[in-house]
């Protein structure tokens, strides 16, 4: 099979949004945007990703959370105009909150992410999102966990929770058990790393414990908007962990400049190929 990932879009729309939107974190957030970081993420490179995509036909498409900024109806109104572009649907689309889908206590509240984006992140037999998310596709189990909640400036910390935690340790039990090849969805990568006290997931510890106990065979993130590989320990041996960097980050820099990936999953072997923005031709190579 092959499977897409991308992460990290940061729609941006402020379209009918009242100045009071932004008596909250948000402030910080609009600051940043108006100190440059608004031109960074430009729609058209998504719609360019979306284009590649719908060209290429892989069999199952996921995003790791970050679909927008500032969590305003109007970014999520955007971004799920630009998901249904994409030619598999939302069944063939899995979904995962980041920090900035959940960026404030309301959106949270609210469920704006869920009620905006849900069909991308239902399970199968469900009738609304809940997490973690569970989507079982042929051969392969796509596993989504939220590490999406508020946090005050300038944190961008993750957590998932006890409740999620069990639920997850049992979903990947159950597929481990029916032979499939799962796939583990999540925002904030599951390891630390240099920014781990500002920007990493606080129980990174229990959900590492839960991998050794059930495995995986592969675990998919963003947030670190670059592209990451590491390994977490399973039962008969590492996982890998690959962190794809921003679908629509336009810089100058190869390294950094908007990306995703594709996998092709044969067995338990998995080819990863990097598709990068080209600027001059404006189209994915």
Same mark, same amino acid.
């Given at each position: 099979?092959?499977?897409?990932?991308?992460? $990290?879009?940061?729609?941006?729309?402020?379209?009918?949004?009242?100045?009071?939107?932004?008596?909250?974190?948000?402030?910080?957030?609009?600051?940043?945007?108006? =100190?440059?970081?608004?031109?960074?993420?430009?729609?058209?490179?998504?719609?360019?990703?979306?284009? $590649?995509?719908?060209?290429?036909?892989?069999?199952?498409?996921?995003?790791?959370?970050?679909?927008?900024? =500032?969590?305003?109806?109007?970014?999520?109104?955007?971004?799920?105009?630009?998901?249904?572009?994409?030619?598999?649907?939302?069944?063939?689309?899995?979904?995962?909150?980041?920090?900035?889908?959940?960026?404030?206590?309301?959106? #949270?509240?609210?469920?704006?992410?869920?009620?905006?984006? /849900?069909?991308?992140?239902?399970?199968?037999?469900?009738? &609304?999102?809940?997490?973690? =998310?569970?989507?079982?596709?042929?051969?392969?189990?796509?596993?989504?966990?939220?590490?999406?909640?508020?946090?005050?400036?300038?944190?961008?910390?993750?957590?998932?929770?006890?409740?999620?935690?069990?639920?997850?340790?049992?979903?990947?039990?159950?597929?481990?058990? &029916?032979? #499939?090849?799962?796939?583990?969805?999540?925002?904030?990568?599951?390891?630390?790393?240099?920014?781990?006290?500002?920007?990493?997931?606080?129980?990174?510890?229990?959900?590492?414990?839960?991998?050794?106990?059930? /495995?995986?065979?592969?675990?998919?993130?963003?947030?670190?908007?670059?592209?990451? #590989?590491?390994?977490? &320990?399973?039962?008969?041996?590492?996982?890998?962990?690959?962190?794809?960097?921003?679908?629509?980050?336009? $810089?100058?820099?190869?390294?950094?400049?908007?990306?995703?990936?594709?996998?092709?999953?044969? /067995?338990? &072997?998995?080819?990863?190929?990097?598709?990068?923005?080209?600027?001059?031709?404006?189209?994915?190579?």
């Amino acid at each position: 099979m092959l499977v897409a990932h991308f992460s $990290d879009i940061h729609a941006l729309s402020l379209a009918g949004t009242s100045p009071l939107a932004f008596l909250s974190k948000r402030l910080a957030g609009g600051a940043n945007l108006l =100190l440059g970081r608004r031109n960074k993420h430009p729609v058209r490179i998504f719609e360019a990703l979306i284009d $590649d995509l719908n060209r290429l036909r892989p069999d199952h498409v996921v995003c790791t959370g970050d679909m927008v900024n =500032l969590s305003l109806d109007s970014e999520f109104a955007l971004a799920r105009a630009l998901l249904d572009r994409l030619d598999l649907g939302p069944r063939e689309v899995s979904l995962v909150p980041g920090n900035h889908d959940v960026y404030v206590w309301a959106a #949270r509240i609210g469920r704006a992410f869920e009620h905006a984006l /849900g069909p991308y992140a239902t399970s199968d037999g469900a009738s &609304e999102p809940t997490f973690p =998310l569970l989507r079982v596709r042929g051969p392969i189990a796509v596993i989504g966990i939220s590490t999406a909640l508020p946090s005050p400036a300038p944190l961008a910390d993750g957590w998932v929770g006890k409740g999620q935690l069990a639920a997850v340790e049992e979903a990947l039990a159950r597929q481990g058990s &029916e032979g #499939r090849f799962r796939i583990v969805l999540l925002h904030h990568p599951p390891f630390k790393n240099r920014h781990a006290f500002l920007r990493g997931l606080r129980d990174r510890g229990a959900l590492q414990k839960v991998l050794r106990r059930t /495995g995986a065979e592969l675990i998919l993130h963003g947030h670190e908007h670059r592209d990451l #590989r590491n390994t977490v &320990e399973g039962p008969h041996g590492p996982i890998p962990v690959i962190g794809v960097g921003s679908g629509t980050y336009d $810089d100058p820099r190869p390294e950094r400049r908007a990306r995703y990936n594709l996998y092709r999953i044969e /067995g338990r &072997e998995i080819t990863v190929e990097t598709r990068v923005h080209d600027a001059a031709s404006g189209q994915f190579r």
